[in-house]
């Protein structure tokens, strides 16, 4: 089909991505295309979509339509880095689940894509493997820890791609990028070949350019899994139709947000006003604490689950070491970057006898306030819409944000992960040449809800593109 | 904090380059973390997980083998054992 030149900003109709990364007569371009927007823009750290059809099904309703697949997700015979140097050789020796699922619906893996270390971070700038940029201007960052994923969609080279959100890792960088990003209600999505960061907070999800295209793909991956003890039977929610009753926190007024955001957050409010929909400011006592409540519990979980990383198995072996336990020491030191052994070390402090309830005990505490404020906003709402990020999406090198301000803006985000609800980011605004995304929240299990209702605004704004999108290969 | 003491348990060795930088970071934290004290929790009971309800086992039986793909990621190796330093 022939397609007018792209405007960026403006939103291009579907493209057909069945049949490109397998026998689609567009394979050959779709390539060359991925392979030149990738030396660009640093989306993926394996692009390899021959190695990506071993697995695939040749038929279902995804056939041959390519995605990409973040780093810390297991794909058996691709590296799995997790974008560390402890983890750079690594090669899986099996499949996750939930790409499993997908590949036997047909899709095929044509790459891992970039992320923070063990998906620590909010810029993709914590990869100690390569940098990614950001589609929409290549001087700042694609918003992390899914950034590989969120900017190889944006970018144009797959659909949807795969991320792991903790404590907002998939509606952030879809945010920053100017897409969909769907954070699943937790265990909803079988964890079988996710690498642990913190167990209780995060669950695996997608990037998407469509909410169709997030829709299908969920549909083919949730369900439990006898291979992920935690994860849960899908419980789907009576479909809610019409008119829907939003909660706002009306604290999100006390956090420092741009004022692109701001106005982003106006103009969502007044269009989902005109689409029928009623809003209510409410007030969520806990707000303030959910970035504490969500650190201390983070970092404590990552510091146990990373004890595994020692230098015997495999992954990062330190050259030359007198017994084992320096060999585990050097190791550890060797391959983990700042970000990493920051988390750690905090994890281990605040899991110290003597500081527990201090910190570790109150922090799950608080987890449970938090937990029955969303409770409460549910039994009056339908909904819970909040700003994804308070800034649009930073300039690299943290010329303007530094690692503890990135870790403080979390604070729209972490909320989803600590009460285990699902949420899904979506474009509402391009200002200034950069897209500002918002979220819906929902009560566990009623991710149809938040589809619906993004399908919704996806019909006033759908995802805008970023130069250089439609891909060259359509 | 004994940021070397925790730095022990955690098995890492900082280096002071380390010690200055994450020491600064950690320290930020902790102060941050403070305001927790400032919520009454009295009563509340804690959340380890946010909706599991149940533990589940899977069925206790043999699974087929994948000692060789697992060995090939072994940093070092003799045959099928996995070479570490003298422990003694």
């Not at chain 1, 339509?65 to 794909?75: E, H, L, M, S």
């Not at chain 1, 106006?266 to 209510?280: A, C, I």
Request: glycine share 8%; hydrophobic share 40%; aromatic share 8%.
């Amino acid at each position: 089909m022939k397609r007018h030149a792209a405007q960026p900003g403006r939103a291009s109709g579907a493209l057909e991505w069945r049949g490109l990364a397998s026998t689609g007569p567009g394979r050959g371009k779709w390539k060359t295309f991925a392979e030149a927007r990738d030396a660009e823009l640093g989306c993926f750290l394996q692009l390899d979509p021959e190695l990506g059809q071993d697995g695939s099904s040749d038929s279902g309703p995804l056939a041959g339509t390519p995605f990409g697949v973040k780093d810390n997700i297991a794909v058996r015979r691709f590296r799995l880095t997790c974008g560390s140097r402890m983890l750079r050789d690594f090669v899986s020796p099996y499949t996750a689940t939930a790409v499993e699922r997908l590949q036997k619906a047909g899709a095929v893996v044509a790459g891992k894509t970039n992320l923070d270390e063990f998906g620590m971070g909010s810029s993709t700038e914590n990869s100690a493997l390569r940098e990614t940029k950001n589609p929409w201007d290549p001087r700042r960052v694609p918003g992390g820890s899914s950034g590989g994923s969120a900017a190889a969609v944006a970018a144009g080279i797959v659909p949807f791609a795969l991320g792991s959100d903790t404590g907002g890792s998939i509606r952030q960088p879809a945010a920053f990028c100017g897409v969909y990003g769907l954070k699943p209600t937790w265990g909803s999505v079988s964890r079988f070949g996710l690498v642990a960061y913190a167990s209780s907070l995060e669950v695996i999800g997608i990037v998407s350019k469509t909410v169709d295209t997030a829709s299908q793909a969920f549909e083919v991956m949730r369900g439990q899994d006898p291979l992920d003890h935690s994860s849960l039977p899908w419980q789907p929610q009576p479909r809610k139709d019409g008119r829907l009753r939003i909660h706002v926190p009306r604290e999100c007024a006390t956090v420092p947000m741009h004022e692109d955001v701001t106005k982003a957050f106006e103009k969502t409010r007044s269009m989902l006003r005109d689409l029928g929909h009623t809003l209510e400011e409410v007030s969520f006592p806990t707000f303030e604490h959910v970035v504490s409540s969500y650190y201390v519990i983070a970092t404590a979980e990552a510091s146990a689950n990373l004890a595994r990383f020692d230098g015997v198995r495999y992954g990062h072996r330190t050259a030359s070491s007198d017994n084992p336990e320096q060999m585990t020491l050097a190791s550890r030191n060797e391959g983990f970057g700042d970000e990493v052994k920051l988390r750690i070390l905090l994890g281990t402090y605040v899991l110290r006898s003597g500081f527990q309830d201090e910190y570790y005990m109150r922090a799950q505490k608080i987890r449970t306030a938090i937990r029955m404020d969303f409770e409460k906003a549910f039994a009056g709402a339908d909904l819970v819409l909040m700003p994804v990020y308070p800034v649009p999406p930073f300039a690299r090198g943290s010329a303007d944000s530094d690692p503890f301000s990135q870790k403080l803006a979390d604070i729209f985000t972490c909320s989803a992960n600590l009460a285990g609800l699902p949420a899904m980011s979506f474009p509402a605004s391009v200002e200034n040449g950069l897209p500002i995304g918002m979220q819906f929240l929902a009560p566990p299990f009623a991710e149809d809800l938040l589809l619906s209702a993004c399908r919704q605004v996806e019909e006033v704004f759908p995802s805008p593109d970023a130069p250089g999108y439609p891909a060259g290969w359509s | 904090m004994e940021l070397d003491a925790t730095a022990r348990m955690a098995r890492l060795t900082l280096t002071p380059r380390d010690l200055e930088k994450l020491g600064k970071a950690v320290e930020q934290m902790l102060r941050y973390f403070s305001h927790m004290k400032e919520i009454d929790v009295d009563g509340l009971a804690p959340t380890t997980h946010a909706l599991l309800r149940e533990n589940r086992v899977r069925a206790d039986h043999n699974e087929a083998s994948q000692a060789d793909a697992l060995l090939a990621n072994a940093p070092q190796r003799e045959e099928r054992f996995i070479v570490v330093p003298n422990v003694l």
